[in-house]
């Protein structure tokens, strides 16, 4: 089944300590990307990857990080995560030649 | 930059009822633009898609036709049934479609 996967799906944590949601796709997807959907704000893009090795910031990547070695992973870090990092996050990908973005089922982090 | 608005939420109906909910773009040059639907627990699926001027896209019952002249990508649907009850976010691609620009979402709540 052609899916794209999170996890975890749910996450506490403390300010300060560093954190992986990792995101994997079996598609064999150029593109992908992380987004936070925050209420009132829709979902904003943080990072994207266009292929391995190949990264650039979205709209809000301050206090994230990402990392693409293999196709399929596109795991987002956060070094040092603070409260306004509570959101729920949503990874994504695309093939180069289509137009359908497809998701995954969220992480919901709570930072405290 | 390219933005999204749509309609505020929540939106109550009864089953069967017609549905309209508002979109309206921003963009330079001549984006797509999307229709993704978030059922509860759940990440975003695609409903329905448009790449250009008076496409109409449709699936599900669903309709959203691209009016360049108007900015508009307003989601249809002529008899709502309960299971439609979800977050629907219009969104636009633009440049490579590297960055989906999302509207805030409208919350559909249908009653029996």
């Known amino acids: 089944e052609a899916q794209v996967t999170q996890n975890p799906r749910y996450l506490i944590t403390v300010t300060g300590k560093k954190l992986t949601v990792t995101c994997s796709q079996n598609?064999?997807?150029?593109?992908m990307s992380w987004y936070r959907q925050d209420p009132g704000l829709g979902l904003r893009q943080i990072y994207y990857s266009m292929n391995v090795e190949v990264t650039d910031k979205g709209d809000v990547p301050e206090g994230y990080k990402v990392s693409r070695k293999e196709k399929r992973n596109f795991p987002l870090i956060l070094e040092s995560p603070s409260p306004n990092q509570t959101s729920l996050y949503f990874c994504a990908s695309r093939s180069a030649g289509g137009t359908e973005a497809f998701f995954g089922q969220g992480t919901r982090l709570t930072v405290v | 930059g390219d933005s999204v608005t749509q309609m505020e939420g929540p939106v109550t109906l009864s089953e069967e009822a017609f549905l309209t909910i508002n979109c309206t773009y921003t963009?330079?040059?001549?984006?797509?633009l999307f229709w993704y639907v978030q059922y509860p627990g759940e990440g975003l699926q695609l409903l329905l898609k448009a790449t250009k001027a008076d496409d109409k896209g449709s699936n599900k019952g669903f309709e959203a036709t691209y009016r360049k002249e108007t900015t508009s990508f307003h989601l249809e649907k002529g008899s709502v049934q309960v299971s439609d009850s979800a977050v629907y976010f219009c969104a636009l691609s633009n440049t490579g479609f590297q960055k989906l620009v999302f509207g805030t979402g409208t919350r559909l709540l249908v009653s029996p």
């Open positions: 963009a330079t040059g001549y984006p797509s």
């Open positions: 598609m064999n997807h150029e593109y």
